[in-house]
């Protein structure tokens, strides 16, 4: 089946720092990978996605690029802001017969300290 | 502005009641999905419909049921055998099933079993 591995959190940086969370998937045939992210209390948000190999998905200052050699979608960012702090997941739609349905990982908590 | 609308934010409910969560969207999407948030567990779906009157199962279905009666409202019943309801439940659309469409998402509605 398919499946989304993420690195575990919570992740705790200061402001200006790198960001880098680790994503690796499993799927059949060619899946699309996505970023989401929620801000407490509230819904997720799309934050980048990538529909093929090799693309980049970029947004914000984010940016994820489509590995299908190592089967994986780490997110990155030069330099967080303490608005940044939120849940980051990763997502697959493995298109085919899954009737738009995603499957995410675990989610990784990010906290920025100024 | 275009959009997903779930009420109420928060529910409170008592053990042995069923409680029905409202989703709306406006987005003229045809498919829509629930989705349960446990904390470190990431999302998990309950149901998904790709057309209005039709619905199916999906991971975890058992004590909830839905409806789709309308292409904007997709409700969410969670019923006296759900054993463990306490969670965060988001409710999710999308313009098409093929892979490359994301998914937009409700703000959320928080229920607790008193």
């Known amino acids: 089946g398919n499946s989304v591995t993420q690195m575990e959190g919570p992740v705790t940086l200061s402001e200006e720092a790198f960001l880098t969370i680790n994503c690796t998937y499993t799927a059949t045939g060619y899946p699309s990978l996505f970023w989401y992210v929620q801000y407490p209390g509230e819904g997720l948000q799309l934050l980048l996605k990538?529909?093929?190999?090799?693309d980049k998905g970029s947004n914000k200052g984010f940016e994820a690029t489509y590995r299908k050699e190592t089967t994986s979608f780490h997110l990155e960012k030069g330099s967080v802001q303490v608005s940044d702090s939120a849940v980051y997941f990763c997502a697959l739609h493995a298109g085919g017969t899954s009737y738009g349905k995603l499957t995410f990982g675990q989610g990784t908590i990010l906290t920025v300290h100024p | 502005d275009g959009g997903i609308t779930q009420s109420p934010k928060y529910l409170f409910r008592k053990e042995g009641q069923n409680v029905t969560l409202s989703c709306e969207q406006n987005?003229?999407?045809?498919?829509m999905y629930w989705y349960r948030q446990d904390p470190g567990q990431g999302l998990r779906l309950i149901y998904y419909?790709?057309?209005?009157?039709?619905?199916q199962k999906g991971d975890i279905a058992e004590g909830y049921s839905v409806s789709r009666e309308k292409k904007e409202s997709f409700p969410l019943t969670v019923t006296s055998a759900q054993k463990n309801p306490t969670a965060f439940y988001l409710c999710?659309?999308?313009?098409?099933?093929?892979?490359?469409?994301?998914?937009?998402f409700g703000p959320g509605t928080r229920l607790t079993v008193l």
């Open positions: 419909s790709q057309i209005v009157n039709d619905f």
């Open positions: 999710a659309s999308t313009r098409g099933v093929v892979r490359d469409n994301e998914q937009f």
């Open positions: 987005l003229n999407h045809d498919a």
């Open positions: 990538a529909t093929k190999a090799d």
